[in-house]
């Protein structure tokens, strides 16, 4: 009921109800209030009820209603004082303090992340935010007529631009990321090719006092003298070490030294900031693969952990320690690679997480092959310094300044003659072959694969019989595959060297691939001619009557296609493929490098056939098997010599390149026809 009901209601039973005018003076708004918030009114506000007119006069009826609804009475003007006129501040005052509170709120942030975090969330900020710049790029003017004007060429370009900038500026785990895309830049534009040719110069090094901190972190405290028992000022029966370092990666940086018992020694020491980057490196990775999957709709996102993973191992150095020594035992107990490949030996009570001591190795770089096919002046029946695991000539320290800061190390170029353009006088072919028998019996006979095989890698040096040694250094990223995978990867490349169709597609289907052609391609880096070319023809079918900028678009739409088609089934998708994927690539551009010397394709074909003989974990029976259609397999073979050795005749005669630059002239070929895609081979220019 409404209020003035209520009232009604009260007078007729003899009551007299005292509300207060303001209830009755908005009654239409109180007409809409329910019942339960009237009931609620009245109860708060509890009225004056009483009986009749005679029980209460009138003087004390009003006092009542004077006392408790008296309306408030403002103060007087003269109570208030005398007025003041309001402040007035200048609009650059007030935008002056806004910019003092945001400088001195951004410089504490800086101050408090770089010297508790290295920079991290400062490397992460830039990271997501040109990340953010470079995908809204393509996404607005990726297409034949961009927004922005310009074309494709000019997109790549300042693209490539921002992202080499965003990796040599923090450095670290950036620059091996950037060297991974570096070592797949013959798929790549141009633009991005030359830009990431440059990702293998030596990094930046550290101070001698950030070494020495990590030194002392990892071994209790103990300085480097105490460690490795050298000394900086020549006392006698020391050791002596050099503070500048002989060279410089992206993630540590090695310094030589002899230990007082006359061993030299390489001491790799981690660049103290990477412990406390490479947490919020691989997060900002893992953050801005999942947005580009999302924003591109591309399936590889699930591939990140697995990465992630391998790139965090990479910085535990005793896990480099691991795999060095198991691979020296690998290639000890094989025959055929026994005397042809050394590992350098690993000194675990100077070893640490951060901090690794090995063999010191006396060789010539795969990248100089001048010196690795020039005249022998070292004597006969002499090898280099060091072969065969020699002890190297001792250090004369006596008579060179001992400060630390030169370099103490004598160059040992006493092979090089008088006039110093003498070298190794080894053959290419020999150097090669020895790399490839390797990597094949790490990817096919022993599952243990080493993932960075690049030139700064690998040392050559001549052994006394003239014969080539080939010494592997930087075991920190490695693959291991199952035995079930291993096979199955043998028999994967078996069926792609004899055109075996339904192998192939059972295999790739087993990993969730649906693509087979366009994988076995990938896999051989060379057209594959063997599968019925669906997935070419569905890129390249109808494509007739477009301008080159609408082609190349649509292929690249297409081509997109294709990557979800191989990566299907992300689940089932063998992680390992990544990283072997690239371990053959390199190999393949070093070859080229060489001047493709051997049959690569063919070599590797032979140890997977051989491995399926070789493979002690299956029955007498399968072996058996195995050996007859390896004796078949090898007839298949011929023919890929008959290619190898026309392709060599014309290189020899001047007419041509290796079988490796035939191959890759054809694929680009292919690609800038059908494709409409770019390919460059400039690895290592630069």
Sequence with gaps: MS??????????????????????RYSQTFQRISNRSLHTILRNDRPSIAPSKTNFTKASTRSIQSQRF???????????GKARPAKLYPRSIKWGRRLLIVSLVGGTFYLFDTQFYASSITRSLRTFGLGIVVALDYKLNFRPKPWLGGDITDLHRRNAER??????????????????????????????????????????????????????????????E????????????????????????????????????GREVAIKVQKREIEQQVGWDLWAFKVMMKVYTYWFDLPFYSLVPYIAERLMLETDFVNEANNSE?????????????????????????????????????????????????????????????????????????????????????????????SGKGGLGLSLKQVMTTMIDLFSAQMFLWGLVHCDPHPGNIFIRRQPNGQP???LIDHGLYVSMT?????????????????????????????????PDLFASATLMRPYEGGDSSTKDRITGELKGLTPAERHYEVQER???????????????????????????????????LGSPVNRIKMTGWWASRSLVDDKDLSFTQRWANAWRHLLFRFVLFSSDVVWWGSRLRQVLGWGHGMDDDLERQMRFIAKDQFGVELQHSVFDG
């Design 469 to 471: 040694e080939l010494v």
């Design 70 to 80: 008296q309306s408030f009475a403002p103060p007087s003007p003269e109570s208030l």
């Design 163 to 224: 992202l080499f900038e965003l990796l040599h500026q923090n450095g670290g785990l950036y620059l091996k990321i950037g060297q991974a895309i570096a070592m797949q830049s013959a798929v790549l534009p141009p633009e991005f090719q030359k830009m990431f040719s440059r990702m293998f110069d030596d990094a930046p090094q550290n101070t001698w006092s950030d070494i020495e901190k990590v030194i002392r972190e990892d071994f209790g405290g103990r300085s480097p």
């Design 559 to 593: 081509m997109r296609q294709g990557i979800r088609e191989v990566l299907s089934e992300e689940e089932n998708f063998p992680r390992e493929l990544l990283f072997i994927g690239r371990n053959m690539r390199i190999v393949q551009g070093n070859n080229q490098f």
């Design 326 to 418: 198991k691979m020296a035992e690998l290639v000890s107990s094989e025959p055929r690679l026994r005397g042809r490949v050394y590992i350098p030996k690993v000194y675990r009570d100077l070893s640490s997480k951060r901090v690794m001591t090995a063999e010191w190795i006396e060789g010539v770089r795969l990248w100089d092959k001048e010196t690795l096919t020039g005249p022998w002046l070292g004597g006969n029946g002499r090898g280099s310094p060091g072969a065969k695991g020699t002890p190297l000539p001792p250090v004369d320290t006596q008579t060179r300044s001992n400060d630390g800061n030169g370099l103490i190390k004598p160059s040992r170029d006493e092979w090089r003659g008088r």
């Design 483 to 515: 035995p079930n995978f291993r096979r199955q990867y043998c028999q994967f490349w078996k069926a792609i060297m004899t055109f075996d169709n339904e192998t192939l597609s059972e295999i790739t289907s087993a990993w969730g691939v649906k693509a």
């Design 3 to 24: 209020l003035r009901t209520t009232g009604q209601y009260l007078r007729s039973n003899g009551l007299q109800c005292r509300l207060p005018n303001t209830h009755f």
């Design 226 to 261: 105490e460690v490795f028992g050298v000394s900086f000022s020549n006392e006698p029966g020391k050791g002596v070490m050099e503070k500048k370092a002989r060279a410089s990666a992206s993630v540590a940086q090695v310094h030589w030294a002899r230990l007082p018992d």
